[in-house]
């Protein structure tokens, strides 16, 4: 802490006044005078001999009178110097006096911060002599940032870094120190002073010789410093610095002033604000507010209220009294007594009041019905007045009408959309009646538009006490009927008020029985939907000043369109039968009618002991006409034939149309093989050779029809139209254009496969599937590099079925691809368990099935087999026929692009069987070739063969794929193999396919160390 030293100021002694000066001069001269005198009077000789040797007492005296003069004129001196110092400080006293009084005189007129800080800087450099001030903040971060300063040397502050935090060198200065501890700090001296050291050199540069810091408080807190210079050390003095804490004081009372005065203003703008915003939010509401003194005087009016009143201007109102006003009368014209007046009650006996019975009355002598709340305000236990707020209900009082008019409808017509549930042919007669009523109209009529006539004829029809009109049109005259047509154009209610009214030739309309009076008329159109027009339901005899009401004419339309979907539903219901038993094609009976029919006919034919015949007519390439001809080519095609089936057949007979590209013919009374043989020959022959359409486009079809007899080959429709199935599978695979007859044998193989298909289910189930594997060795050195996983069949018995006996049964019925699974998962699960018994890790080839490839999850399904059991994905090869990898080229490319992408290798199986394009080989992303066995059979005998072989070889490696040859059985075989260069071999010279046990101890004998026997059975080639 730097206290404040009281000392003399030294600045009379640099600065001495001219009377100094005048009084020094003096007594010099008056010394010098004087001892002139002595030496000349009385001691002649050199003055300095004299000096040294006084040698008489007058000299004695005359040099004590000498000193005593020199000691008068330094008296005088110091009493001159002591008077310019006391003159010097008055000046400074009154310099920094009148900085207080500016500093006072600008916090009153300051209307900002910054000009406050502004003003005080320039006042204590300007009027209080200083050289240079500022006032600094204290910043978030600690720092204090200069926020004003005045005088010399200002680009000091630039620089300048001064902090609060007590861990800082930089809070040790005065400013610091005063905004921490909160009172006055002096620095006297800062060239000596070690608290300046962070500002020293910058000081003294700018001519700083002594400072103070004044701390700025405002509501208690301090917010900064003032910080004053002067040129010279040891300035500040107790008296200055008292003077300069006021005014730093004053500064504060400033700040404290003008953050009051900002906060009265604030205050005043926010409740400017307020009743701004609550006269708009009075005067935005829709509900009309008056406020009432106990007199019942008028003392508030909102925009709402002098609206709905008719008031111009709210001084019509005030200070009136409101019930003469607008409250004078009663609905039924009596006058309206004010100790009657229920708002008066709110004033007297300061309780709530809300009505909505009540009239108000305009400016203008009119009324409007009212619904008001009339809420009393209490004020130190006294009603001081009344808030009266009130809604014209005029509206609401219409809408109520309509509402309980429209309620009265809708029951109405909630009566009548369960009539037309409900009821079928009477619902229309009573729907009018019901309508009749509500409308009020003596006549109804349903009237449907004759598109044969054009007019109009009735439906049904409605009248009080009338007769039903004649069945004639309605509208005979075309002129009526178009003008009908016209007016009731895109679904609008034609209304007539009076029908004399109507336009000359409508007045034909004929919707009234003969001599009665129509009046007013009301027709709407009824419109099925889709848009179809159906006819129109017409109102009469209506003669009210209201006739046909907006709420009347909306009921009828909804009316109309519910009478619309009944007779919609009606149709639908009539054509909905057609379609479930016709077929929309070729308009004949569908599978369902026809085993109706079959049905029908076959329980009289039991009964009758008769014969009958189910034959089942199929187009065997109608899906290459679909495919060549196009969908609307094809189904003129089934048109054809079913009109040719229909004219060759007999009336009793009956054909339908029982699959996409299959007709049943149903014979009756047909109980010879002959007869139902000799039916189908003459169908085939209608259609074949070829089939002449109406265009003249001619379409070959193939034809077979398969024919089963009753009761021969079935007692019930399912039996004998299975039995025709039988003999029509029969009929396919013997060629185009036969027919064939269910046979008992027939019969026989449908039940074995039935009966298979079920065992496999129950395998599939059970998991009574086995893998067995074969070995593929490497062609050059005999060496097992993997094997192919087979799957065998192991029924419960533990008979094992053989490939070909069930797998064509898988396939056909998707089995394929749940086994197909599960064979994949085994297989991989079996090899990683040798590889964990030592044995040398091998490939493993896995075939797919045709189903299995086209199944969407097949990537899928690879990737979680490899992941469940670990196998590696790249010694895995899923083997591909051709015929599977070339069809549906494109997409197939994708599946085996993301098969590559798991690091799985494809091998395309039986290559040369079927395709044998290398141009295929080209798009195929495949890494391996199988020939088929057929290429080996006679090889190397067969020298077309061989060279057909060896070409394959070359050509599958300048593509870079590995060769496999299947089905080598002999030495000569394996020899030639690797004389062509051919990569790996399978087949019976290698090992049949075999269980893993079988297998495993193959591959442990191969696999033992030199020295051990490993040699293979008898007829076998070694593997090593």
Not at 80 to 95: C, F, G, P
Not at 291 to 314: H, K, Q, S, V
Not at 380 to 405: C, K, P, Q, S
Request: charge should be neutral.
């Amino acid at each position: 802490m730097h206290r404040t030293r009281t000392r003399r100021h030294p600045a009379a002694w640099r600065r001495p006044s001219r009377r100094f000066w005048g009084w020094f001069i003096g007594g010099v001269l008056l010394y010098l005078l004087v001892e002139s005198l002595g030496h000349l009077v009385f001691f002649p000789g050199t003055p300095l001999s004299r000096a040294l040797f006084p040698t008489a007492p007058h000299e004695l005296w005359m040099r004590g009178v000498a000193l005593a003069a020199l000691a008068a004129s330094a008296l005088l001196y110091r009493r001159a110097l002591l008077r310019e110092v006391r003159a010097l400080k008055v000046h400074r006293m009154n310099r920094l006096l009148a900085l207080l009084g500016e500093v006072v005189t600008t916090t009153l007129r300051a209307g900002d911060r910054d000009t406050l800080f502004r003003e005080a800087c320039r006042i204590a450099v300007e009027t209080g002599g200083l050289r240079m001030a500022w006032i600094g903040l204290v910043a978030p971060d600690g720092a204090v940032e200069p926020a004003a300063a005045h005088g010399h040397g200002l680009d000091y502050l630039e620089g300048l870094r001064v902090s609060v935090d007590e861990a800082d060198p930089r809070s040790r200065g005065p400013t610091g120190r005063a905004i921490l501890e909160g009172r006055p700090q002096v620095m006297n001296d800062i060239a000596a002073d070690g608290a300046m050291r962070p500002w020293r050199e910058a000081a003294l540069r700018r001519g700083f010789r002594s400072s103070a810091a004044f701390p700025l408080v405002a509501r208690g807190r301090i917010l900064g410093a003032l910080n004053v210079y002067a040129d010279v050390p040891n300035y500040f003095e107790a008296d200055e610095v008292e003077i300069l804490d006021r005014a730093a004081q004053g500064v504060s009372f400033a700040l404290e002033l003008l953050r009051h005065r900002l906060d009265t203003v604030a205050y005043q703008y926010r409740l400017r604000e307020k009743e701004r915003e609550v006269r708009l939010l009075l005067d935005s509401t829709a509900e009309g507010l008056l406020g009432l003194d106990p007199a019942g005087r008028c003392t508030f009016a909102n925009d709402a209220a002098l609206r709905l009143l008719g008031y111009e201007a709210a001084s019509d109102l005030l200070g009136q009294n409101l019930h003469a006003l607008v409250h004078h009368t009663r609905e039924d014209g009596t006058p309206h007594i004010q100790q009657d007046c229920r708002i008066c009650r709110a004033v007297v006996g300061g309780e709530i009041v809300h009505a909505d019975d009540d009239l108000f009355w305009r400016c203008d002598g009119t009324s409007f019905p009212v619904e008001y709340w009339a809420r009393p305000v209490v004020r130190d236990g006294h009603t001081v007045g009344v808030v009266l707020t009130f809604l014209d209900i005029t509206e609401r009082r219409a809408m109520e009408r309509d509402l309980r008019r429209r309620l009265d409808m809708e029951a109405r017509l909630n009566r009548l959309a369960q009539l037309l549930i409900t009821h079928r042919e009477a619902a229309p007669g009573e729907a009018l009646a019901i309508l009749s009523e509500a409308a009020g109209a003596e006549r109804a009529g349903i009237y449907r538009w004759s598109a044969s006539e054009g007019f109009a004829r009735v439906a049904s029809w409605h009248a009080r006490g009338a007769p039903a009109p004649e069945a004639g049109p309605v509208a005979p005259d075309p002129a009526a009927a178009a003008w009908l047509r016209e007016a009731m154009a895109g679904g609008d209610a034609a209304v007539v008020m009076d029908v004399s009214a109507l336009p000359p030739g409508a007045g034909g309309l004929r919707i009234s029985p003969p001599g009665g009076k129509t009046g007013a008329l009301l027709a709407v159109p009824l419109d099925l939907p889709g848009g179809a027009p159906f006819g129109f339901l017409a109102f009469s005899g209506r003669a009210r000043p209201d006739a046909w009401h907006p709420e009347d004419v909306r009921a009828v339309r909804t009316a109309a369109a519910m009478l619309a979907g009944y007779y919609a539903r009606r149709e639908a219901e009539v054509r909905l039968d057609y379609l479930s038993r016709h077929d929309p094609v070729t308009g004949l009976p569908n599978i369902a009618a026809f085993r109706d029919h079959l049905r029908r006919h076959l329980a009289v034919a039991k009964r009758q002991e008769a014969g009958a015949a189910v034959l089942l007519v199929e187009l065997a390439n109608f899906a290459d006409v679909v495919e060549s001809r196009g969908h609307e080519t094809a189904e003129r095609v089934l048109r054809k034939a079913a009109g040719l089936f229909t004219r060759c057949l007999r009336e009793e007979d009956t054909v339908a149309r029982t699959g996409a590209h299959q007709f049943g013919v149903l014979l009756p009374e047909v109980d010879d093989p002959e007869g139902a043989v000799a039916v189908g020959l003459k169908l085939v022959q209608a259609l074949t050779p070829t089939l002449r359409l109406k265009d003249g486009a001619e379409v070959y079809l193939e034809v077979q029809v398969g024919a089963a007899l009753f009761p021969e080959n079935g007692a019930d429709p399912e039996a004998l139209i299975r039995s025709a199935n039988v003999a029509l599978n029969r009929a396919r695979c013997e060629g185009p254009n036969n027919v064939r007859l269910c046979t008992a044998e027939m019969n026989r193989q449908v039940m074995d496969r039935l009966r298979l298909e079920g065992e496999l289910r129950a395998a599939v189930e059970r998991r009574e599937f086995t893998v067995h594997f074969q070995p593929k060795v490497d062609v050059a050195e005999g060496r097992a590099t993997g094997v192919e996983a087979l799957v065998r069949w192991q029924r419960p018995g533990g008979r094992l079925e053989p490939p070909g006996a069930f797998i064509p049964m898988l396939e056909k019925t998707g089995l394929i691809v749940p086994a197909g699974r599960w064979v994949l998962e085994e297989a991989c699960r079996r090899m990683m368990e040798w590889r964990r018994r030592g044995l040398p890790p091998l490939a493993l080839s896995v075939n797919l099935s045709g189903r299995q490839f086209a199944a969407r999850n097949l990537v899928e399904m690879v990737a979680d087999c490899l992941q469940a059991t670990g196998f590696p994905p790249g010694e895995l090869v899923l083997e591909v026929t051709e015929t599977m990898a070339i069809r549906n080229l494109e997409a197939n490319l994708q599946v085996f692009n993301r098969l590559r992408g798991l690091g799985v290798r494809i091998a395309l199986d039986d290559f040369g069987k079927e395709y044998s394009s290398f141009g295929y080989l080209k798009q195929l992303p495949v890494d391996e070739l199988k020939i088929d066995r057929a290429f080996l059979a006679n090889v190397p005998a067969d020298r077309e063969g061989a060279a057909i072989l060896r070409a394959m070889v070359a050509m599958a490696h300048a593509l870079n794929l590995k060769i496999t040859a299947e089905g080598v059985e002999t030495g000569e075989q394996w020899a030639f193999l690797k004389e062509v260069g051919c990569d790996e071999a399978q087949g019976f010279l290698f090992g049949h396919p075999e269980p893993p046990e079988a297998l495993e101890a193959v591959l442990v004998r191969s696999a033992a160390p030199p020295g051990e026997p490993s040699a293979a059975p008898a007829g076998k080639a070694p593997l090593h």
